[in-house]
């Protein structure tokens, strides 16, 4: 038993917006200024690491001491003085800031590959990760296996692309590998633009050595030589903990020129992309990174033929290459064990929305949407009914709550309409409209609608005008049906995955809530109360109290009245923004 | 100006690039994308203005107008919508008068963004101020922060 102790601060995307950065400074403040205490210092440090998951509870701090670990939550830096006293120096616990029963739900269920380092291993630290393991797949990969071994052992193990396709990574290997060319490149797709997914950003700032060794063993398998790793700027943590991550690689002899001892040269280059969706495409990912448009072309040919600058280009999503040092270091038949007969392993969803426990997990494929909602993220936000899933983002469709025993994997949620996409998972209650989500999702696809293709530029345009009309109240007989040819027809006629999918939100709420959609259109109402131009508000005069609240929030100036007194609503200069409604504590403005 | 925008060149020149990588470092330096600047690596590289721009306006990260002293970026993702973003972005357009197209106030302090998602969505909705995050957060308390940042600036 080690007595060392340890303190580990979530600086993880939740962490850090929490305040994870002060509370990890308060800390190495404090053990320093109480450095009387000699024995506690020398022995204590305390370290950064990636998201732990729960990221509600944030900020995350766990202290391993005495071979025991105590989880605290919610931490804020004018706590850490008291942990520090009475936990790190007296031995004792602060009971009342420890993690509760929910803490451990949260976690029985989930089983962590991808994210088993991730929340352990300091980011920025190259022997953490080492320790831990790390490295040890490359090496054996280049030292002792042929590519072809790798790729069979990435094709046994079943392991498919996390981007979104679900393509077979071993399939897709072996592919560039047959492809003809000296030079071959290895990109990374790390360029995570659905909007509600955030699980890339954390394994890159969790753990960027995972993936800069997945794609080392993927250059060796194909025969590339050169690696780039295309990365939205709107992540500059994520960059920044990636560029050092690969420098201290490249300072171990694991890049450059003949790494691992072998004869074998790769390098591997930062791409910062510049905020469009449509580049999470392979071919437009690739002009980008050309300096160009990001425009989609059509295929064939495919990347793995004619890739960057007309080379064989191989594309791995960064969950999928944040894989492959587990699986060759475990097996293939250790992570084939996990998951469903067509979709092995395990799969990281960032599941948001209205839910109790928010956060970034990882299951294994084939779990049911129940066992994720009330198991791991303890059900509904304010005791709420559970209205759909909404999974896959503006590629996706939702679940309706009716179906809450389908299973999680690509083939399943297929069937009912939606994808697992990159894994994005936002619960919806009552309280969302679904023809407010449809054009939420359409009004994102039209705007990244690169332009190129017509059924896309104008059939996302022509989505979005009726979507607006039915939530305005001005929907039209036939409206319906019109949006379902529409959709049909983007659907077969676009170039690019962008708006093969885009009308898939919109068909997949119009099959599963088809009243909603016609309560807006003939009834002119919207049965969530969302849609802002159909609701009318009024202040209910026997529970206003004239408290002034509502009068002082309206912008519009459409609320009057003498204080003490009921107030009232002028509908004409009413702007319907809710403020009112929002403010009001008495429970005494209705919208209907 | 010319200093810098020198500099970016010869950056390219030496370390190779693309247009791409030329407006990034030149948003970095001035937070936008001066019409001198394009003008400048136009005539120094022989390339049309108009491939400048053609890559300047397909990308959401390069703007094309000056950026407010402060920025107020609104996350617009999934899990911030169902949490009601919308309802934040019209509280803030209003308190900082903007309207249509118009993102940056008349005088220059403040540029409200609105941003696909910041990959926060457990503290929906989320709110960056000068970019430090502001989680579970609601159209009063920016604006709040708002108006401190102007009395700050009044003082």
Redo the contacts between chains.
Sequence with gaps: MSNTTVIRVCMG??G???GGKEVLDTFEKCLSEKNIEASVRENCSSHQVGCMGL??R?VLVEVHANGAKTTYQYIKPDMVERIVTEHISGGRPVAEWLVDDAFSAFYKKQVKVVLSDVGKVDPEDIDAYIAAGGYESAREALTSWTPRDIIDEIKSSGLRGRGGAGFPTGLKWELGRASAGDTKYIICNAD???????MD?AVIEGNPHSVAEGMIIGAYAIGASKGYVYIR???PLAVERLKLALHQAADRGFLGTGIFGTAMDFDIEIK??????VCGEETALIA?I?????MPRPKPPFPVNRGLWQRPTVINNVETLANIPYIIRNGCSWYASYGTERSKGTKVF?L???IRN??LIEVPMGITLREIIYEIGGGIENDKSLKAV?TG?PSGGCIPASMLDLNVDYDSLARAGSIVGSG?M?V?DED?CMVN?AK??VH?TQT?S?GKCVPCRVGTKRLLEILTRITRGEGKTGDIELLERLSAGVKAASLCGLGQTAPNPVLSNIRYFRDEFVAHVRDKKCPAKVCREMLTYRILEKFCKGCGACLRAC?GGAITGAKKKPHVIDPGKCIR???CF?VCRFKSVEKE | MEKTLKEIVDGYRKKGGNIITLLQGTQDAFGYIPREAVAFFSEELNIAPSRFYGVATFYAQFRLKPIGRHKITACCGTACHVKGSDKIISGLKRELQLSGENDTTGDGEFTLEEVACLGTCSFAPVVLVNGSVRGKTSSDAVVKEIRALRKKENE
């Design positions: 995307p939740g850090i917006a929490a990221c509600a944030d995570e633009g659905d909007p509600g997914a955030f950003r700027a709107e992540y910062l992309g510049a905020g469009a969706f980008s050309e300096g160009q448009r990001g960032a948001t929305g209205k928010p956060g909404q983002g994005g936002i919806l969302d989500m939420y999702f994102f990244e690169c912008p923004c809710g403020a929002d």
